[in-house]
């Protein structure tokens, strides 16, 4: 049942291409001529500064004293591996990428669902709202969950405290657990509408007969969730995780807003920030901006080798895939 | 109950379940922009009167020189950066869908690439450069990272609209004698536009929402964007929060915002999805 997940790439056949006697060296240079600025433009702006990071990283470099500028190899990263400060940043963002994105699939399909299976009436209107988290300003966000949480303006402490351990001085982001907890709400609440979106578009590629078939052979309802339509969108599901992934690993502006780093909720980004903006360290500060990208670099690594995950999918091969029958996934 | 009254009853609840996510927290501080100071510490969700104080606070008080002039950094820097790449984009993706041309793979590859870059990772050599050559705080000292963030985006959504496109009609205008470039101008332009229109509302969203360029590549009014300055917001005095002047200027910053998901909220989410999921 898995190899029929690809009916979308008919969609690359009905644009017809020009046949081959019409290729000429004419075409390939308008078509980097076309194409080229853009490429270049977007190459300038990443991978020049990477590279002269990774270049950084290796001198102790203040910008308060750049004339005493000295080539030290790997000894920021020596210094970051061995200090506690790197590794606690670490392991936060990893814990907020982790759940995070684990309540973002299973709240996102419910979503998901609750759109594909919505009356024609009411799915515009359930697609605009869900649209709204998504539209808003990441800081905008932030303030919102902050203010609501906050020991002097918010009204959580007032409505909840016939909770146990809710009360009035209560103070949310005095506190660790309490603090990371409100950071993932907000981020959880701000990105599900995102992979909820995605899951929908995997959703209405499940081929209806299939689910028919399968209702026809007597499968309940979960068996034909579980057997037939998770496994029919296995591709959407794997595209939405990592692209949720590798952004919340990049968490910064809630952090920053909330709690600034303080109560031990310091993230990679924001250490990163601290070093380079707020201390001029840019050596040390270089090292911590390369290892994050090394991290992100890793995760499409893994997705991609060992989880198959095919990014691409839906670009210029769908054709050659829709010819070879699509069987590819 | 019958079935049907059972199941619109159902799905009633789920609509306002759904609705209740969406909109509460953005209720919530659409609330507080609307209270006085005393309010703002009597830890209730309504304001006990409504005030358009805080809004008079950032538009013609004392929060009016940071938040006027970060609203128009923020237009202006956004709608630029979205112009640059929108236009390199729509030539970059027309070749891509419609040209058979060596390293087209690279280019999507690449495109893919800067979109997942952290952005942080290039902060800190721009913080550095741009200090040297003049860029630190300006508006092009924005622009140019911006890039970095648009212009992936901006690629391959526009490549996923223009594979939809009847490319007949330029084969046509072809054989009409139109060149290349007019058959693209007269005869795919006007099919393609509302593609474009809808990667540059998303391109939009993108560097509107940016933070961490517009916090770390400003330090004055000059170029610093709302995100970065709600983060800069002082109250009154030095014993009070800003609560008032931050959540009246994030209203005021999320109603385009609204009223653009309002306005398009079918080609939003086709042109979001169209891009990362195709099978």
Same mark, same amino acid.
């Given at each position: 049942m898995s190899t029929a997940a690809v009916p979308a790439t008919k969609r690359g056949v009905k644009a017809g291409k020009p046949v081959k006697s019409q290729r000429t060296k004419a075409e390939a240079r308008l078509g980097w001529m076309l194409a080229g600025p853009a490429f270049v433009v977007m190459l300038a702006v990443t991978a020049y500064p990477i590279a002269q990071a990774t270049f950084d990283s290796l001198f102790s470099y203040r910008l308060t004293t750049p004339d005493e500028r000295e080539f030290i190899f790997l000894d920021n990263y020596l210094l970051l591996f061995s200090d506690w400060t790197f590794w606690r940043a670490f392991l936060v963002t990893l814990l907020i990428t982790l759940v995070t994105v684990a309540i973002e699939l299973v709240l996102g399909f419910a979503l998901a669902l609750v759109m594909h299976r919505a009356l024609k009436a009411l799915r515009g209107a359930l697609r605009t709202a869900i649209l709204v988290p998504y539209a808003i300003i990441t800081v905008v966000s932030a303030f919102a969950w902050y203010f609501m949480f906050d020991?002097?303006?918010?009204?959580v402490n007032n409505w909840f405290s016939w909770v146990p351990g809710i009360s009035a001085d209560l103070d949310w982001f005095g506190n660790t657990w309490t603090a990371l907890s409100i950071i993932m709400a907000a981020e959880i609440w701000k990105t599900t509408p995102f992979i909820a979106l995605l899951l929908l578009a995997g959703l209405a590629q499940v081929p209806g007969e299939l689910v028919e078939a399968a209702k026809v052979d007597g499968a309940t309802r979960s068996q034909q969730f579980t057997r037939v339509i998770i496994p029919n969108m296995k591709a959407a599901i794997m595209v939405a995780v990592l692209f949720r992934a590798l952004d919340a690993f990049r968490i910064f502006d809630s952090v920053f807003v909330m709690t600034g780093g303080d109560q031990n909720t310091e993230v990679l980004a924001l250490l990163a920030y601290r070093q380079s903006i707020s201390r001029l360290e840019i050596g040390l500060g270089s090292a911590v901006s390369v290892v994050l990208f090394a991290c992100v670099l890793l995760m499409c690594f893994i997705a991609v /080798?060992?989880? /198959?995950?095919?990014?691409?999918?839906?670009?210029?091969q769908s054709q050659a895939k829709a010819k070879k029958g699509g069987a590819e996934q | 109950m019958n079935p049907k009254t059972k199941s619109r009853l159902g799905w009633t609840v789920v609509t306002v379940l759904v609705l209740g996510y969406s909109l509460f927290p953005v209720a919530a501080i659409f609330a507080t922009s609307f209270k006085t100071p005393g309010d703002l510490?009597?830890?209730?969700?309504?304001?006990t009167s409504w005030t358009w104080q805080n809004y008079e606070m950032i538009f013609v008080g004392d929060a009016q020189g940071l938040f006027l002039s970060a609203l128009r950094n923020s237009i202006g820097i956004a709608l630029i950066a979205t112009f640059i790449a929108v236009v390199l984009a729509t030539l970059c993706a027309y070749a891509i869908a419609r040209l058979d041309f060596p390293g087209k793979r690279i280019i999507l590859g690449a495109a893919l690439a800067v979109s997942i870059f952290p952005v942080i990772s290039v902060v800190t050599p721009l913080f550095n450069l741009w200090r040297t050559i003049g860029l630190y705080d300006t508006w092009p000292g924005l622009i140019i990272p911006y890039l970095s963030l648009t212009l992936p985006i901006s690629i391959w959504t526009l490549s996923a609209f223009f594979r939809q496109i009847p490319w007949d009609l330029e084969q046509a205008a072809q054989v009409d004698g139109a060149t290349q470039w007019q058959a693209f101008r007269k005869a795919i332009v006007p099919l393609a536009a509302p593609g474009v229109f809808t990667t540059a509302i998303l391109a939009f969203f993108i560097a509107w929402n940016d933070f961490v360029y517009g916090i770390s590549l400003t330090s004055t009014e000059a170029a610093r964007p709302v995100p970065a300055a709600l983060a800069f917001f002082t109250g009154a005095s030095q014993f009070e929060e800003p609560t008032g002047a931050i959540s009246a200027a994030a209203i005021v910053v999320t109603i385009p915002v609204v009223v653009l998901v309002l306005l398009f909220q079918r080609r939003i989410v086709s042109g979001l999805t169209q891009g990362a999921v195709k099978g």
């Open positions: 020991i002097n303006s918010g009204f /080798k060992l989880f /198959k995950v095919d990014l691409a999918s839906g670009t210029d | 510490g009597n830890q209730t969700f309504l304001p």
